[in-house]
């Protein structure tokens, strides 16, 4: 029964995802130079699988802000959550990861998207992922609110609040809400913890979602990871 509904909630989530457009090739070259890089250098087995937009991209100091845990970094910039489902038999399911976090919204906003498409392609998401394995532990990391996207503010909180809504409902999904610890007591996004472009996050913006990550992966990801064989690599 399990697999059934699984089955049948993807053909409804893909229906809707036709709907909005199926075009994903932009991000081929991405997803290329992940395979590559896979047959050059396998990437660790028993890991945590961070993927989504350019503030994964940008994570360059994922080893050292998680070093219980082994990390794979397949974020590619500008990419929509959508786009993360599509490629998920490619940069998801042969790393088996004992865990995935995800960040995408902004960009899928910023494009037209309404917050409740931002959901739906997050449940997407979760079903694509879990075909393999039913119980993969997912954290949702919240869209941020930004200088730069100041103006969507309001629809990345309704996006937030309808993921939360959602993953509450389903097992072992989280939603790590990073939202209030990047906003000033005005409710303003700090400039303090951004680049120069206002959109993406300095190291004082990262420690802010390592402070959320990190109880989650202990709580979720370690005992996993001790179930399975260590020190083993991809194939």
Do not use: C
Request: charged share 20%; hydrophobic share 45%.
């Amino acid at each position: 029964m399990k697999k059934l509904a699984l089955l049948l909630t993807l053909l409804v989530l893909s229906v809707g995802a036709q709907a909005k457009g199926s075009d994903h090739s932009q991000w081929e070259h991405d997803i290329q130079a992940f395979e590559a890089a896979d047959k050059a250098s396998p990437p660790p087995a028993n890991a945590v699988l961070f993927i989504g937009s350019s503030s994964i991209r940008m994570w360059t100091t994922l080893a050292e802000d998680f070093p219980n845990h082994r990390v794979i970094n397949r974020g590619f910039g500008g990419s929509d959550l959508d786009d993360s489902t599509a490629f998920a038999d490619r940069i998801v399911m042969p790393y088996h990861p004992v865990a995935i976090v995800i960040y995408a919204g902004d960009n899928d906003l910023q494009n037209g998207d309404t917050p409740e498409q931002v959901r739906d392609d997050f449940a997407a998401f979760v079903a694509k992922a879990r075909q393999e394995q039913p119980d993969l532990p997912i954290a949702f990391i919240s869209i941020k609110p930004s200088i730069a996207r100041l103006a969507l503010l309001p629809n990345i909180q309704r996006a937030n609040k309808l993921i939360r809504d959602w993953s509450m409902g389903q097992k072992a999904v989280a939603f790590l809400d990073v939202a209030p610890a990047m906003l000033d007591a005005q409710g303003q996004p700090k400039r303090s913890i951004f680049l120069d472009d206002g959109l993406h996050m300095n190291a004082i913006g990262y420690a802010l979602w390592v402070a959320q990550v990190r109880p989650w992966l202990a709580d979720h990801a370690t005992a996993a990871e001790v179930k399975r064989e260590p020190n083993a690599t991809v194939q």
